[in-house]
């Protein structure tokens, strides 16, 4: 059965993903196309911002209302966004990202280079 808010959402996550800069969305990794659903640079969306998410303290975007678990998780750097990305239920369970994880570490390793350029 479709689940109506979710697709609402997901399909609000894309709407506001439009105004990402040509720049941006040029420099994104392929492996990135599964984040733009709920995650827009620049700006919240569904998830929250991610420009300079490299170094910021875990929960800390002005705006987005996060989980406990979130707010106490550390900053992040290469080790805690390769984890997180890989597991994130695993990594900081009680987080509310409903994602599961990108699996190739490949993949993995393009997102949290190119989360690195973002300012």
């Not at 990202?97 to 993949?107: L, R, T």
């Amino acid at each position: 059965m479709l689940n109506t808010k979710k697709l609402g959402l997901v399909l609000g996550a894309a709407l506001l993903a439009a105004p990402f800069t040509a720049s941006a969305q040029e420099a994104a990794p392929a492996a990135f196309n599964q984040c733009k659903a709920c995650h827009v640079i620049g700006k919240n969306g569904v998830g929250p911002n991610l420009a300079g998410v490299f170094g910021r303290k875990a929960g800390s975007v002005e705006g987005f209302k996060y989980s406990d678990q979130m707010k106490a998780a550390p900053a992040w750097d290469e080790a805690q966004l390769t984890k997180y990305l890989t597991d994130p239920k695993g990594t900081i369970p009680g987080n509310k990202m409903v994602f599961a994880g990108i699996k190739k570490p490949e993949d993995v390793a393009a997102v949290v280079d190119y989360l690195k350029t973002l300012k």
